[in-house]
């Protein structure tokens, strides 16, 4: 049995991950699940993720801590990151069935990237990165409404400054879902992916740029 293509989308909040992933699904030749770490966290059972205020705050899982400007620090502890690491090695046990899978993530911590590189780079695992303009991905944040205040100011230097080495960089503020999708479906069709191998051979050396 073949192993199934997985496309890991990377951004920062409100870039658009899970709209482009839907319209993937779309126009994919083949079935894709769609999946990534927001799915896993509501399994957690509660007392899990705690958002607060409150600095001295200690938590196992995922804690939010906002101040007077939204959201200043995301603290993951064990079993947060047993959970992410759970997260790609169901990826890979999905794959090694022969499913397909778009992993929406933002992976912005050098230790959620080693896992992913560890994991996934002998899988045939596309690393895609969805770019646009801070300005514009904060304001995306406020017109949703559904995120807490600052989270794309948060993540955005932590997203696009960990790594440059993507099989594919998009532009989610020029192009529109729809048009995301297709460019991420063209290069799924006609290149083979090699990012996160590529990662895993630099073993720690600075990254260098596949599709800037």
Not at 8 to 31: F, R, Y
Request: proline share 6%.
């Amino acid at each position: 049995m073949s192993q199934g293509t997985l496309i890991l989308l990377n951004g920062t909040s409100s870039a658009g991950k899970s709209t482009v992933a839907k319209a993937l699904q779309e126009i994919m030749d083949e079935p894709y699940l769609h999946s990534g770490p927001d799915h896993f966290q509501l399994a957690h059972p509660p007392g899990m993720i705690t958002i607060t205020d409150r600095p001295d705050t200690e938590a196992d899982g995922w804690l939010a801590l906002y101040g007077d400007n939204g959201l200043c620090e995301v603290r993951i502890g064990p079993l947060g990151r047993r959970m992410v690491e759970g997260v790609y090695r169901a990826m890979a046990a999905l794959s090694d069935t022969g499913l397909n899978v778009i992993v929406d993530s933002v992976v912005a911590e050098q230790w959620s990237l080693d896992l992913a590189v560890e994991v996934l780079h002998a899988y045939p695992a596309y690393f895609v990165c969805l770019d646009l303009p801070f300005a514009v991905a904060e304001a995306r944040e406020v017109e949703r409404g559904d995120r807490g205040p600052g989270n794309a100011r948060y993540f955005y230097d932590r997203v696009y400054s960990l790594s440059d080495c993507y099989d594919l960089r998009v532009d989610a503020a020029a192009n529109d879902p729809d048009e995301c999708a297709w460019l991420i479906k063209h290069a799924v069709e006609t290149t083979a992916p090699a990012a996160l191998r590529l990662l895993h051979e630099q073993d720690g050396e600075p990254t260098t740029g596949l599709n800037r």
